[in-house]
């Protein structure tokens, strides 16, 4: 890891996910969380004052030991327990179907294997629980798409492999969920950088992973 991704990313990561626009989304989104709670990209902490009384505890999981080192300091002021976890999400290391909610804000852009992390959302999630997202990704207009692709590998690589070009809906999808509420905008900014994807799902058991649903 280089000496940018390891102290300066992560600085810049927490200052830039502060915006009006994200804050917004947060507010919708994260207070939804009940139960013991899943939050995949936890970051700098950045959701943590918008969870509810609902959440019994919550589980931070971050591969950034920088990033979950920040989040610390915020965790002070809460009151539910939280167990912050230094790992890929590709691989979850909690027991199958042990979460009521699990919490993605703008985390599947920069996952090396979004299907792979999805798939390990799906085993860890109790049948009825939530999958509650917000994230950026591909845009419906051509010309934005052309623009996102263009800027993508430049992008990927100042942000530590953010993606810009992802279709969320249909990841989420195909990696066996069914989608509730999914709302999708631009948010503010440029476009090729702020199209979002929005909503909750829940697991579709009874679905073979990796065949969408009609």
């Not at 290391?93 to 852009?109: I, K, N, R």
């Not at 996102?148 to 992008?155: A, C, E, K, T």
């Not at 199209?195 to 679905?207: H, I, K, L, M, V």
């Amino acid at each position: 890891m280089s000496f940018y991704q390891k102290w300066i990313l992560p600085r810049l990561v927490d200052v830039a996910m502060r915006n009006r626009a994200a804050t917004r989304y947060r507010s919708l989104i994260v207070p939804k969380a009940r139960g013991t709670v899943l939050e995949i990209g936890v970051g700098s902490g950045l959701n943590l004052p918008f969870y509810g009384s609902g959440v019994e505890h919550l589980y931070g999981l971050d591969p950034s030991e920088e990033l979950l080192a920040m989040a610390g300091k915020k965790a002070r002021a809460i009151a539910f327990p939280i167990d912050f976890i230094a790992h890929a999400c590709e691989e979850i290391p909690l027991d199958d179907s042990s979460v009521d909610t699990v919490v993605m804000t703008w985390t599947l852009c920069s996952i090396a294997d979004p299907a792979k992390a999805l798939k390990e959302v799906r085993r860890v999630i109790k049948s009825g629980g939530t999958l509650l997202f917000v994230e950026h990704g591909l845009a419906p207009e051509i010309r934005v798409q052309a623009w996102q692709q263009r800027l993508n590998p430049l992008w990927s690589k100042l942000t530590g492999g953010c993606d810009l070009n992802r279709k969320m809906d249909q990841l989420i999808r195909t990696a066996g969920f069914d989608l509730a509420g999914l709302k999708t905008e631009y948010a503010e900014g440029p476009r090729p950088f702020s199209y979002t994807y929005s909503g909750q799902a829940q697991p579709d058991f009874g679905r073979r992973v990796g065949v969408r649903s009609p």
